[in-house]
């Protein structure tokens, strides 16, 4: 069995983008200074905290090292093993 990771759309707008801010904000970097640890560009930085991009895993994380976190506090708001229409059903957790 493989597993396949889906975006979850939903909380891309409402909750990963502000997971992103807030842990590069704890750590005080810029926007640059995060886009240059990850070699990569500031704008992208910007479209992740903005919930219009979606990073790749393996950045994630090497994000979430930068950032100095797991990588479950980045990743598990962004990802699900299930595709949202298949996602199963039930009384909600706690």
């Known amino acids: 069995m493989t597993l396949q990771f889906t975006q979850r759309t939903s909380r891309l707008k409402a909750k990963f983008p502000n997971t992103i801010r ?5 750590m005080g970097l810029s926007q640059r200074a995060l886009a240059v640890a990850l070699g ?11 919930g219009q991009r979606a990073p790749s895993i393996p950045r994630l994380f ?14 598990h708001d962004f990802y699900s093993t299930f595709p949202p229409e298949n996602a199963p059903t039930g009384p909600a957790r706690s």
């Open 22 to 26: 807030r842990y590069r904000l704890q």
């Open 40 to 50: 990569t560009h500031r704008s992208l930085v910007s479209l992740w905290e903005r």
């Open 62 to 75: 090497r994000m979430a090292r930068e950032l100095g976190t797991m990588p479950e506090a980045l990743y």
